[in-house]
């Protein structure tokens, strides 16, 4: 599975970006983490090829996750951004079944892209 993401850059707060992502193929779950500088890489949303979607607490009605299983594409859309924000994020897929507890770590997905850098400025 190959993957290429889209989108990111600079916008001040209080704005709103879209990230998008392609996969090769088909996979289980789809979703984008991020990391700050000098951070672990951190959850923001996976969705399942069913539509389970997840979402970390801070970003939780901010951001929305979806999915074309057709075209096997993810995008995240992130509205009201925060500074807090700032990171890089990386889409990732699963290419196998995950359980609810295992789709928000960060371990349980094998494919990663390449990453794109999100600002937010204050």
């Known amino acids: 599975v190959q993957l290429q993401a889209s989108g990111g850059g600079l916008v001040q707060a209080g704005g709103s970006l879209t990230l998008s992502c392609a996969a090769s193929e088909h996979n289980f779950y789809m979703g984008w983490f991020r990391q700050a500088a000098g951070m672990q890489r951190d959850l923001v949303s996976t969705v399942s090829s069913g539509g389970t979607r997840r979402y970390a607490d801070s970003v939780k009605g901010r951001f929305t996750i979806s999915r074309d299983n057709a075209k096997n594409t993810v995008s995240l859309q992130m509205n009201n951004l925060k500074p807090e924000d700032t990171a890089i994020y990386y889409c990732?897929?699963?290419?196998?079944?995950?359980?609810?507890?295992?789709?928000?770590?960060?371990?349980?997905?094998?494919?990663w892209g390449q990453g794109t850098q999100v600002t937010v400025s204050s």
């Open positions: 990732a897929v699963a290419t196998r079944p995950l359980s609810l507890l295992g789709s928000v770590r960060s371990s349980s997905y094998d494919v």
